[in-house]
């Protein structure tokens, strides 16, 4: 049985080593011949031979070890035992001997060394090294896997006693075991498994715990962050110990699998891009148990995940279960399209590209974010299969899409595709980057036969030989570009910058073909120890639109050099290079994304145009500002963090909607399908609002009028008065933690004597008509002590209270009731709140009144100890209020010892109430009076005792009859409903006149059987009004069954 194998760096040759202990060398050599899966042009799939160089048994068979897997460089294997040493091989297939790890320092600097085997076999015991008692590694661990990184020259190896050690290993590689250096120890001593980002340069290291720890390799291998489902309320109880870890081919996201239960997928920030187990509620300790005979869908992976591998694209990620090896299983993954290496995108169009078709976000007039599904044309996708590049024109209207070969380009608007309509030309191009340049798309094309590079320049309207604008040969292979306006950077290892000037002579018709010329204008070399970018983007000068406007700046002024451009490098440090003199500023670190969004727009309606950029990593979003001083890009100037601009651990962004002021985000969604299996994973967008924070930050700079312009822009959005809403409380509970801060004494920044940013933000809000809402929403979410506070800024309680009655928004002139009650006392809220409740009661609002008869019976009975009582309560809505059980369903009987206990205005409640009932029950709306008496908790049967001869009296049975049902339209539920609560009321009372109109309407035999059996005057009478009035002829079935009953019930009697 083969246990373990490995490729050479160069695939040339497999090393496989056998349950019998032989080692078996194959080489392997691609042949020119295609394979044909299906259609007429061959795939990209060659045949190839596979030979045996070697078949030799092992020297250490005879030991019965269990081997670890293999790791290798160009040169040397090497295979962990179960003895706790290390065995190399040679790739020629020379067995040079065992070595263990040795902790024992030969001073205090340098690095401890690996003692070396004596003979061809196992290391003896004299070969190995003393181990200091704190340092040394248990001899009996077995070596259960070794993770080996070429371009950092470190060796990990993990041990079964869960210790991991850190090798550094020299140039000379693995041939010689003095050149691997035990450097520390990693983690906990719970390790189980572990997995080496050599491009982030991050050791990913799952535990016994169910956690995945994450080492910075660049900084000494400290630990970064813990990532696990904790969170999400699943515990190791669930999932189990983390069985395996797997880095996509870009190191941008890793995938773990637990021993028990399922697989996730993070990226390197932390945020959780996917996982199979089901969602739970963050509230719960542990997630449900699922039982394998439940009626439910099948959940992936449910007994656990054994092996994880990432196909070569990272498109893929191929899964087998625990003890369920007879199969794989394939998870399809698409990537977001970013301004990465040498393509460029805008953030204005966001999409997702897998292996062959994309996914689009559109933004509807409705304010929802949809996905289009965007299938390439299968004509060009099955001869270049897979998508490698996807990037969107500055307005989002062009996509430029290239596989292995050729581009394509497609019309949003038209929703056409652009092909090359010749195939050997497309052939001849590999696409290593896009970028848009205006109206032109640019391509850097790798040349196979001469091993070079290139700019190639086609306009978006053809794409042909005949058509090509310019072809610019490049030094070497770039690593990063990016373009502004007429401005091309091409950057170049280690790290030279190179930046052309792009001028075009004539017009760019498809009639004609235009010269575009090329002109180096600034060559930079600039030597750093760094990482190499990962991405780099000009920073234009931010001029405001007003000052370009009443300066009248030229075209030529604002089409000028950018003299600045921001740098992320993979391990996620940000930065800001200085082009002129080439001197690097560190602005922060631990990034992940970022959009530059100064200069990038240039319609009216963009409401991002004060921000120069924004930053994703593990910290949430950051957003960056100019700052006012002189050198206007002075770190300590700028406004960085934004707490309240998190997103949530399971959305991904991506990028901005400038015109809506908000990020887009995609999480992972689940849907179920009667026709599959396994649930499907749906990439769902999401929306996340940037405007309280740009509008906080134009605010605190004196900006008022550019803060106005941009809330007005936003205030058709659906969200807009969230976002203002947002913008108080954050000011408001800055203005507490300010003023807290002063009582205790500890150091603050000065604010401006002027008007404070409380006042501003109030005055901004005041100029829409949510300010009112707003304002009594975030009194809402703060405690009722710094009410004042609030109110001194935004105007007094009683004056907001009038103008929403004014304006008949009734629901929120009752939240301000409460204030009122605080800060203006008990007898100006009843006075509010009896206005308010007979506004609510024509309204027919009764909910609310109802809230309004509580609150008002409530500071009627010792308003002190109320008081008291509200400051004690969260103040988030009039409702929570409530009476005890024993007051929500008091009488207003004023022969109550309780109503006399009651001050004067509690008859005013009473005689409102009454004079409304008498309203509705004169005209009949009993519909209307069933909800008034429900919401507001009013005495009916009391009521209806006294008004039995008054309002409340039928004159006349047929007329009311008829007007009863006319009112109710007994073929709805809920004037049935309301019918039969009217009916146990009436019978309460005794009322036989309603009794007999609303038992006819429900057709209630049995009520009126009863009642007519004791009297038969009273039958005779309702028996021939229903006879003489045609309307009536619809319950005669009911009469003639009455009649039946009452016939037999008097034969009865008479035996």
């Keep these: 049985e083969n246990l373990q194998a490995v490729w050479s760096p160069d695939t040339k040759l497999i090393a496989v080593l056998t349950s019998s202990f032989y080692l078996y060398i194959f080489k392997v050599q691609f042949t020119e011949k295609r394979i044909q899966i299906g259609g007429k042009q061959p795939s990209g799939l060659f045949l190839a031979t596979i030979s045996l160089l070697l078949s030799e048994q092992v020297p250490f068979s005879s030991k019965d070890l269990v081997m670890s897997n293999i790791v290798c460089d160009n040169k040397h294997m090497l295979v962990g035992l179960s003895d706790g040493s290390l065995y190399n091989i040679s790739w020629k297939g020379e067995f040079c001997g065992a070595f263990e790890v040795d902790f024992h320092p030969h001073d205090g600097n340098e690095g401890t060394k690996l003692s070396l085997a004596l003979d061809n076999g196992l290391s003896s015991g004299a070969a190995r090294g003393g181990f200091p008692s704190n340092n040394c590694l248990s001899q009996r661990s077995a070596v259960i896997q070794l993770e080996f990184s070429l ?8 041990f079964s006693d869960g210790q991991l050690v850190s090798c550094f290993v020299s140039k000379k590689g693995l041939k010689q075991s003095e050149s691997i250096k035990a450097e520390k120890k990693l983690g906990s001593g719970d390790a189980i498994c572990a997995s080496v980002a050599s491009e982030q340069q991050i050791l990913a290291v799952g535990t016994r715990r169910g956690v995945v720890e994450l080492y910075d390799l660049a900084e000494s291998a400290l630990l970064i962050r813990s990532v696990s489902l904790y969170d999400w309320g699943y515990s190791m109880d669930d999932t189990g110990a983390v069985s395996c870890i797997a880095w996509t081919p870009d190191n941008s996201a890793f995938a773990v699998g637990w021993k028990l239960r399922g697989l996730t997928v993070w990226s ?3 945020c959780r891009l996917m996982s199979t187990i089901r969602q739970i509620g963050l509230s719960s300790v542990s997630s449900p148990v699922v039982k394998p005979n439940q009626d439910c869908k099948y959940e992936p992976l449910m007994g656990g995940t054994s092996l994880m591998q990432w196909d070569e694209y990272g498109y893929r990620l191929y899964a087998v279960e625990e003890r369920s090896s007879e199969r794989i299983l394939a998870f399809s993954f698409g990537k977001c399209c970013l301004n990465r290496g040498v393509s460029g995108t805008t953030h204005v169009r966001q999409v997702i590209y897998g292996e062959d078709r994309l996914l689009v ?4 007039e409705t304010d929802e974010l949809k996905i289009l599904h965007l299938n390439l044309p299968v ?23 290239s596989g292995l070969h050729g581009l394509i380009l497609y019309d949003i608007r038209m929703k056409k595709w652009r092909v090359f309509g010749d195939i050997t030309q497309e052939q001849k191009i590999q696409c290593k980057g896009l970028l848009w340049l205006g109206k032109i798309v640019i391509v850097c094309n790798y040349i196979d036969a001469s091993n070079t590079y290139e700019l190639l320049f086609y306009p978006r309207y053809h794409l042909d030989q005949s058509s090509l604008l310019c072809r610019k040969p490049l030094l070497a292979r770039p690593m990063v570009m990016d373009v502004y306006q007429d401005y091309i950077l091409v950057t170049y290892r280690p790290f030279d910058v190179h930046i052309f000037h792009v001028k075009l002579f004539g017009e760019l018709t498809p009639s004609r073909t235009p010269d575009l010329q090329l002109s180096t204008v600034r060559e930079l070399s600039i030597m750093t120890a760094k990482s190499h970018p990962a991405a780099m983007r000009f920073i234009p000068d931010q001029l405001p639109r007003e000052y370009i406007s009443r300066n009248h700046i030229s075209s030529d002024l604002l089409a000028k050099e950018p003299a600045r451009c921001l740098i992320l490098r993979v391990n996620g440090e940000l930065s800001l290079l200085d082009l002129d003199d080439g001197r690097e500023r560190e602005l922060t670190d631990s990034v992940e994304l970022f959009w530059v969004t100064c200069g990038q727009s240039e319609e009216k309606t963009n409401l991002i145009e004060e921000v120069s950029w924004l930053d994703y990593g593990h910290r949430g979003m950051q957003v960056w500002y100019p700052s006012p ?8 100037d700028f406004l960085q963090l934004d707490p309240e601009l998190e997103f949530d651990r399971e959305v991904y962004p991506f990028g901005l909607l400038p015109n809506a002021g908000v990020v887009v985000g995609v999480s992972q969604r689940m849907s179920f399908s009667a026709c599959t299996e396994f649930p499907c994973f749906e990439p769902t967008p999401q929306a996340q609002t940037i405007l309280h924070c740009l509008l906080r930050h134009l605010l605190q700079r004196d900006k008022s009028e550019e803060a106005l312009r941009l809330a007005q822009l936003s205030a058709e959005k659906p969200h807009f008065s969230h976002c203002m809403e947002w913008l108080l409380f954050t000011v408001f509970d800055a203005e507490i933690s300010r003023q807290n801060a002063n ?8 604010h401006s004597t002027n008007s404070s940013l409380l006042e501003k933000t109030c005055d901004l809000i005041r100029n829409f008509p949510e300010y009112f809402d707003v304002v009594v929403s975030v009194a809402r979410k703060t405690d009722g002590r710094h009410w004042a506070d609030l109110f001194s800024a935004a105007g007094r309680s009683t004056e907001l209270f009038e103008e929403c009655f004014q304006r008949r928004w009734y629901r929120t002139a009752a939240c301000y009731i409460l204030v009122i009650a605080k800060l203006e006392g008990p007898a100006v809220s009843q006075y509010c709140a009896l206005r308010l409740l007979q506004a609510t009661l024509d309204e027919s609002l009764y909910e609310l009144a109802g809230e309004l008869v509580r609150f008002l019976l409530r500071s009627g009975r010792e308003y002190e100890s109320a008081a008291t009582d509200l400051d004690k309560l969260s103040p988030r809505f009039l409702g929570y209020l409530l009476f005890p059980s024993n007051y929500r369903r ?3 009987d004023p022969k109550s010892t309780s109503f006399k206990e009651q001050s004067a205005h509690v008859a005013s409640v009473k005689n409102i109430l009454e004079s ?26 009391e009521y209806l005792q006294r008004e039995r001869y008054g309002c409340a009296r039928l004159e006349n049975f047929a007329s009311g009859l008829e007007l009863i049902g006319q009112k109710l339209q007994m073929d709805t539920l809920q004037s049935r409903l309301d019918a039969e609560f009217l009916l146990a009321h009436m019978c309460s009372v005794k009322f036989k006149e309603w009794i007999v109109v609303l038992a006819t309407l429900l057709r209630r035999s049995e009520v009126l059987f009863d009642l007519f059996r004791h009297d038969m005057r009273l039958w005779k009478a309702y028996s021939i009004t229903l006879q003489s009035h045609p309307a009536f002829a619809e319950y005669h079935d009911l009469l003639e069954a009455l009649e039946e009953k009452l016939s037999s019930n008097a034969s009865l009697e008479g035996k």
């Design 361 to 364: 976000v559109q933004y509807e």
């Design 890 to 892: 008091q009488s207003l």
């Design 268 to 270: 390197v920030s932390g």
């Design 916 to 941: 409304h009932a008498s309203y509705l029950m004169s005209g009949k709306e009993l519909s209307k009076l069933v909800a008034f008496v429900k919401g507001t908790q009013f005495d009916l049967v």
């Design 379 to 401: 004509s060009y996708i099955s001869q270049h299969w897979p998508i490698l590049h996807v990037a969107a024109s500055k307005d989002g209207m062009y996509l430029a899409v």
């Design 629 to 636: 001083g002189v050198d206007p890009f002075k770190q300590e």
């Design 743 to 750: 009582k205790n004494q500890i150091s603050v920044p000065k």
């Design 151 to 158: 371009s950092l020259r470190l060796l990990f190896v993990l």
